[in-house]
């Protein structure tokens, strides 16, 4: 018998029967018609995701994390100043990945739990009348804390600032599961993955770049040779890759995308904020809080629960892998211990959803912690019972 459950981790996420289908191919020359007629629907596809007008997509086979690196090099030059606010492991992350390349950053120290700080970053950017900040870095989800931060404020605040640094979003755990609007947020570059809301295996970081980012790239120093964007855009002109291109994982792309727009992207993140708005009933039932320190900046697709004093978020990650078989997040960095997160997001049900609950319950119950047992569930259910739309006929 298969021991195998969904996983609610925060990424990589569940992969649907179809995607990893589609993956699985036999081996296709990447310099023939056949691979651009592939590609082309993918490239396509991510462009309606992320909602660009202009500019152009690149995918590379790497991870959310090359994508950093990959936005970075093509774009500045060693010295040049970014500015970054720090509330969690993956902002810092990509801090420390712009330090080591060398760039100065100007960090505004925030609290973990909270998100984007709107006041801090408009009075950096307004005191800098020599505009010699070149990026602002914004994580849109911060997955170590489930928080979310609003894009669309950080650009209304670069505008109001007259501010002509680029806007780079890391959206490798909210694109494709919460709504994204790269034109209308005036991105520059935005980051994401191949393994959390597209439901893929891990290997394909997905960028979207303005025209602006693009031309960036006339005048940045940063060395790169494997990640240049350039090489990328004329072989793409003429159909192909400068290298080998992970080619199951862009059939699977195409695919995963055909998945989000049946059931319609709107629908899609509908279906995440229910799930999520179903965990944190959940958890204010155990007597808990998320850890994001107010309601607007909850995420829909990862909540970090804050632990009872007393109590250790990692124990419970190693007992529900350890007896139960499913998967939940630990705590990352100064939140080690003091949360476990649970990830809802790609292919995820509200039926699915509950399993995850429920297990999290028994290990609660297991470890001694102050909970009833099916005091979370029945206050996802009582959620889900009220709000989950009838399956459409023509579902599969
Ligand atoms: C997962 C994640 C990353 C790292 O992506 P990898 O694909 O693991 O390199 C970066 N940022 C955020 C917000 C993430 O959730």
């Given at each position: 018998m298969s021991t195998q459950n969904p996983v609610f981790i925060p990424g990589p996420t569940n992969i649907p029967d179809s995607v990893r289908k589609a993956c699985d191919m036999p081996t296709l020359d990447h310099r023939s018609p056949a691979f651009a007629r592939l590609f082309r629907p993918a490239v396509e596809g991510v462009r309606r995701v992320l909602r660009m007008e202009e500019g152009e997509i690149i995918v590379i086979p790497s991870t959310g994390t090359g994508g950093w690196e990959a936005?970075?090099?093509?774009?500045?030059?060693?010295?040049?100043?970014?500015?970054?606010?720090?509330?969690?492991?993956?902002?810092?992350?990509?801090?420390?990945?712009?330090?080591?390349?060398?760039l100065d950053v100007e960090i505004i120290e925030t609290p973990w739990g909270e998100g984007a700080p709107l006041a801090a970053l408009a009075r950096v950017l307004r005191a800098d009348k020599t505009g010699h900040i070149k990026a602002v870095l914004a994580t849109h989800n911060e997955t170590a804390t489930g928080v979310k931060s609003d894009i669309a404020g950080i650009r209304a605040v670069l505008d109001a600032a007259a501010h002509p640094a680029m806007l780079f979003v890391d959206g490798v755990s909210s694109i494709g599961s919460m709504p994204f609007d790269f034109a209308g947020w005036g991105v520059d570059i935005a980051v994401a993955g191949s393994q959390k809301g597209f439901m893929l295996p891990a290997g394909l970081a997905i960028l979207g770049l303005s025209p602006k980012a693009i031309m960036a790239m006339e005048t940045a120093r940063l060395p790169r040779t494997y990640f240049d964007f350039k090489d990328m855009l004329a072989a793409y002109a003429r159909g192909g890759y400068p290298y080998t291109p992970a080619v199951g994982l862009i059939a699977g792309l195409a695919h995963s995308i055909d998945l989000l727009e049946s059931e319609g992207l709107e629908a899609v993140y509908a279906r995440h904020h229910r799930l999520a708005e179903g965990v944190r009933r959940a958890v204010f039932a155990w007597g808990m809080t998320p850890y994001?320190?107010?309601?607007?900046l909850y995420s829909d697709t990862v909540t970090a629960v804050k632990v009872p004093e007393g109590c250790d978020g990692t124990a419970l990650v190693q007992l529900a892998a350890?007896?139960?078989?499913?998967?939940?997040?630990?705590?990352?960095?100064e939140v080690a211990g003091k949360v476990f997160r649970i990830g809802h997001l790609g292919m995820l049900t509200e039926a699915m959803m509950l399993s995850g609950l429920s297990v999290a319950e028994m290990c609660m119950a297991d470890l001694g912690w102050p909970v009833r047992l099916g005091s979370g569930v029945a206050a996802a259910q009582e959620y889900y019972r009220g709000t989950v739309p009838a399956l459409a006929q023509a579902a599969e």
């Amino acid at each position: 018998m298969s021991t195998q459950n969904p996983v609610f981790i925060p990424g990589p996420t569940n992969i649907p029967d179809s995607v990893r289908k589609a993956c699985d191919m036999p081996t296709l020359d990447h310099r023939s018609p056949a691979f651009a007629r592939l590609f082309r629907p993918a490239v396509e596809g991510v462009r309606r995701v992320l909602r660009m007008e202009e500019g152009e997509i690149i995918v590379i086979p790497s991870t959310g994390t090359g994508g950093w690196e990959a936005a970075i090099t093509n774009t500045l030059s060693p010295g040049d100043t970014v500015l970054a606010a720090r509330f969690g492991m993956f902002s810092h992350r990509w801090i420390d990945l712009c330090q080591r390349h060398k760039l100065d950053v100007e960090i505004i120290e925030t609290p973990w739990g909270e998100g984007a700080p709107l006041a801090a970053l408009a009075r950096v950017l307004r005191a800098d009348k020599t505009g010699h900040i070149k990026a602002v870095l914004a994580t849109h989800n911060e997955t170590a804390t489930g928080v979310k931060s609003d894009i669309a404020g950080i650009r209304a605040v670069l505008d109001a600032a007259a501010h002509p640094a680029m806007l780079f979003v890391d959206g490798v755990s909210s694109i494709g599961s919460m709504p994204f609007d790269f034109a209308g947020w005036g991105v520059d570059i935005a980051v994401a993955g191949s393994q959390k809301g597209f439901m893929l295996p891990a290997g394909l970081a997905i960028l979207g770049l303005s025209p602006k980012a693009i031309m960036a790239m006339e005048t940045a120093r940063l060395p790169r040779t494997y990640f240049d964007f350039k090489d990328m855009l004329a072989a793409y002109a003429r159909g192909g890759y400068p290298y080998t291109p992970a080619v199951g994982l862009i059939a699977g792309l195409a695919h995963s995308i055909d998945l989000l727009e049946s059931e319609g992207l709107e629908a899609v993140y509908a279906r995440h904020h229910r799930l999520a708005e179903g965990v944190r009933r959940a958890v204010f039932a155990w007597g808990m809080t998320p850890y994001a320190a107010s309601a607007e900046l909850y995420s829909d697709t990862v909540t970090a629960v804050k632990v009872p004093e007393g109590c250790d978020g990692t124990a419970l990650v190693q007992l529900a892998a350890s007896k139960y078989g499913m998967a939940f997040g630990v705590g990352l960095g100064e939140v080690a211990g003091k949360v476990f997160r649970i990830g809802h997001l790609g292919m995820l049900t509200e039926a699915m959803m509950l399993s995850g609950l429920s297990v999290a319950e028994m290990c609660m119950a297991d470890l001694g912690w102050p909970v009833r047992l099916g005091s979370g569930v029945a206050a996802a259910q009582e959620y889900y019972r009220g709000t989950v739309p009838a399956l459409a006929q023509a579902a599969e």
